[in-house]
């Protein structure tokens, strides 16, 4: 997928009576600080974890309301299963509760969903439930959620390498013809356009290993404040700190 200056449009398109400014199509967010929210409040990392969830209903309707299209959440890395087993029990439990609970309303709201990484990791009955969610919400189109879960960039831009190999060695796949948009099509998020604002919270500044490629030219914003705490206010300053930016795309400014 090209890096694209289409990837914005118009504020004053989208919001009668606003003007100015740009609104990202698709805005991702690493929703880091669950542990720490539940440290500062001298409660477990699981009551932290609980409280992000409520943060993600939050940030979705958000994403309703400004009229994004695409709202990526970095949820769990590939990296997270190096936790205490006690913790991945604490948070696959939430998320097979999640998708069991949530599901319907945000399918209600119009909400589309899809989930990159590696899926095969998770419990099966945990897969099916991915599986049905992709289904049920397929015909929505109001925002486009993508959850990352178990997700790492290295991981799949390694996967997609191999998948190119193989298709070259079998003759199906010209080395020539493997261009950006080509090997863009091989990543998880075909069909994805790239993000325009990655958003960090916690006050940590690295990608951790989320959306290398994809992000090669989005806005970067992080924010001191714990996943938990999260609401329409951050997202709404992330916002128009992304319309001050200026991008270039490499190119001359001006
Ligand atoms: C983010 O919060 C949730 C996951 C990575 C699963 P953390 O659990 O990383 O919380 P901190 O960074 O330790 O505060
Ligand atoms: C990144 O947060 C992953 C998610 C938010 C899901 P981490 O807490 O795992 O990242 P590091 O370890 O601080 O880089
Ligand atoms: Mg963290």
Redesign the pocket.
């Known amino acids: 997928m090209a890096v694209g200056q289409g990837a914005v449009r118009d504020l004053a398109e989208a919001m009668p009576g606003g003007g100015g400014g740009l609104v990202p199509v698709h805005v991702a967010i690493i929703m ?5 929210w539940a440290a500062a409040r001298g409660l477990p990392r699981i009551a932290g974890h609980r409280a992000g969830a409520q943060a993600v209903r939050r940030v979705v309707e958000a994403a309703i309301t400004h009229k994004v299209g695409w709202l990526t959440l970095y949820a769990f890395s590939s990296e997270n299963w190096r936790r205490p087993a006690a913790e991945i029990v604490d948070l696959t439990g939430l998320l097979r509760h999640y998708l069991r609970s949530e599901v319907a309303e945000l399918s209600a709201q119009g909400v589309r969903m899809h989930f990159i990484g590696d899926r095969a990791r998770f419990d099966a009955d945990i897969q099916n439930e991915l599986a049905r969610a992709e289904r049920v919400t397929a015909a929505n189109s109001r925002l486009n959620l993508v959850i990352a879960l178990s997700y790492g960039a290295r991981a799949e831009i390694a996967a997609a390498a191999r998948h190119a190999a193989e298709a070259a060695l079998a003759g199906t796949l010209d080395p020539a013809e493997l261009t950006e948009d080509k090997f863009a099509s091989l990543l998880t998020t075909a069909g994805t356009p790239d993000p325009d604002l990655i958003v960090r919270t ?1 006050g ?1 500044q690295r990608l951790s290993n989320f959306l290398l490629w994809q992000g090669a030219y989005a806005e970067l914003v992080f924010l001191d404040v714990f996943w938990p705490d999260f609401g329409e206010a951050h997202f709404a300053g992330a916002l128009a700190e992304f319309a001050r930016r200026e991008r270039r795309f490499g190119a001359r400014p001006g």
Do not use: A, F, L
Request: aromatic share 0%; no cysteine.
């Open positions: 880091d600080g669950n542990g720490r916690s940590e």
